[in-house]
């Protein structure tokens, strides 16, 4: 099988942007790399934002998430073109688990505090929360960027069910991010235990392709060079 198309699903409070340091690295490695534009208004909306991108690729897929787009990865990487899940300091509930479900039973990162009202049934990260929760290891001037750029996310989504979890029947890799004060990293190594995930662990923020995009970049390519062995 070889694998050459990966398709990258960014999280709440970002957009596909959050992979441009990531994107033109991947392609220098041969690869195919496309981002989403996820809604963030439902589970159902964002699986099917990733479908329609899936369903262009020619041949398989390698697909990325982040944050949130771990769950939307769970889900959509049912989808028959998805060969393998690559998950980047991101959710990864089991089938019939919410996002909110798979990390209650631990303690709260400091950015959970900063998640504030957005208009009527959304949040969004407060500039504080982006600055030093987020993304604290860009400079001020990037991480001001990634507040300007942000998607609100809709609250519904922290609730919506897993159907089928695909990690239970593809194979996934997972970064965590030690410094993380967004998702805790207690339950990003869980996670990736329970997956059967190849896995690196990064000295980094909850937004590690922005602050250490060659390791991610090497990773990736790596997962989708594996994938061909298969």
């Known amino acids: 099988m070889a694998v050459s198309n990966v398709v990258l699903v960014h999280g709440a409070f970002a957009d596909g942007s959050c992979w441009n340091r990531v994107i033109p690295l991947l392609a220098g490695r041969g690869l195919n790399p496309i981002a989403v534009q996820n809604p963030l208004s439902s589970l159902a909306d964002d699986v099917a934002a990733a479908h329609r991108v899936i369903d262009q690729q020619d041949g398989p897929v390698l697909l990325v998430g ?17 060969a393998g899940l690559a998950y980047i300091a991101a959710g990864a509930p089991d089938s019939g688990q919410s996002f909110a479900g798979w990390w209650a039973d631990y303690e709260p990162a400091p950015g959970a505090a900063e998640i504030k009202p957005y208009g009527d049934g959304y949040v969004a990260l407060s500039r504080e929360g982006v600055l030093k929760d987020f993304v604290q290891d860009l400079d001020e001037a990037d991480a001001e960027l990634v507040y300007a750029t942000q998607g609100p996310l809709a609250t519904r989504c922290f609730g919506d069910t897993i159907s089928t979890a695909a990690w239970r029947s593809k194979p996934s890799w997972y970064i965590v ?3 993380d004060r967004t998702i805790p990293p207690a339950v990003e190594r869980d996670s ?3 997956l059967g995930a190849t896995t690196l662990s990064l000295d980094s923020g909850h937004v590690p392709m922005l602050s250490q995009p060659e390791r991610v970049a090497d ?8 994938l061909k062995s298969r």
């Open 219 to 226: 990773f990736v390519a790596q997962a989708a060079a594996e």
């Open 66 to 82: 982040h944050s949130w787009g771990g769950a939307v990865i769970t889900e959509a990487g049912n989808h028959p073109k998805v």
């Open 177 to 179: 991010a030690e410094d």
């Open 192 to 194: 990736a235990v329970r």
